[in-house]
């Protein structure tokens, strides 16, 4: 005889942004956009979210985590090499590669520490020829730890608006850059803003007299480039110009071996968009 089938567990839009630190804004952009479907709808309307779901988002999670982009994450999920199983067994592959990664680097430090203690103050060989063999194990030690990469997560850039709200509004528009989020003061005014491009992202900073931040419409000029790389160049063009885009030059092959186009922010950022060429 078999047993009734236990009810699915639902969870909570708030819950499943906890776990898995998006904000909520991005759990529903996903949706928009048709990478996260919820399950269910709650009597008030609220979001939740089944079994399905939860390894639909982890899906998503971790083909964000290997850098691909949003636009090319859909397509990636509609693979037959996208199961829940085949990822997991990656996931446990990389985890595992990263662990003998790192056990290398603590039996490097423990041998080094150890020839310190025992020959006083250098790691000597055989020959007494400590500094030399000290160098060679602190240069294995430096390799390792570079390799491991433990020291940074993800390089997020600044961009300095005097009017942030607009500023937002045209980079998701014209540019396509999103999810993202305002934050606003108690009054409403906008203080912070942060969007997604590709594997990294960049925050919207307010002008300030302390720090010496200006938008580039009150400096008269920028002093950085964003450059962005894309899929297909000419359609971010055609979409960019067709949304109003102050172009300053088409898209062209450039002999640095990437096709691109530039356009500018209405405060005077400079933005290349652009694709190693073939």
Not at 247 to 257: A, F, L, N, S, T
Request: a negative charge; glycine letters at 8%; aromatic letters at 6%.
């Amino acid at each position: 005889m078999n047993e009734p089938r236990r009810p699915e567990t639902l969870r909570r839009i708030g819950e499943i942004a906890t776990a898995s630190n998006l904000t909520v804004r991005t759990l529903r952009y996903y949706e928009e956009i048709g990478l996260l479907t919820p399950t269910a709808r709650s009597e008030a309307g609220h979001r939740l979210y089944g079994t399905a779901a939860v390894e639909q988002l982890y899906r998503i999670s971790l083909l964000r985590e290997l850098g691909l982009p949003l636009e090319r994450v859909g397509a990636a999920l509609g693979s037959d090499g996208t199961d829940t199983r085949s990822l997991l067994a990656d996931h446990l592959a990389a985890i595992e590669a990263r662990l003998v990664a790192e056990n290398r680097l603590r039996s490097r430090l423990i041998r080094l520490v150890d020839a310190i203690e025992t020959n006083g103050t250098d790691a000597a060989d055989g020959a007494g020829n400590a500094e030399r063999n000290t160098a060679d194990h602190l240069l294995e030690i430096l390799e390792d730890m570079t390799m491991l990469n433990t020291s940074l997560d993800r390089r997020i850039a600044i961009l300095v608006y005097e009017d942030l709200e607009t500023a937002f509004d045209y980079l998701t528009r014209v540019f396509g850059f999103g999810p993202g989020q305002l934050t606003r003061a108690d009054d409403g005014t906008v203080v912070h803003g942060e969007l997604e491009a590709g594997d990294g992202e960049f925050w919207l900073h307010s002008e300030s007299e302390p720090f010496g931040l200006r938008s580039p419409a009150k400096l008269g000029g920028a002093s950085s480039t964003m450059a962005i790389l894309v899929d297909d160049v000419d359609a971010h063009y055609r979409h960019a110009t067709a949304e109003g885009a102050n172009i300053r030059y088409e898209p062209v092959d450039q002999p640095y071996g990437y096709r691109e186009y530039s356009a500018t922010d209405p405060e005077g950022h400079l933005w290349s968009f652009m694709k190693a060429l073939d």
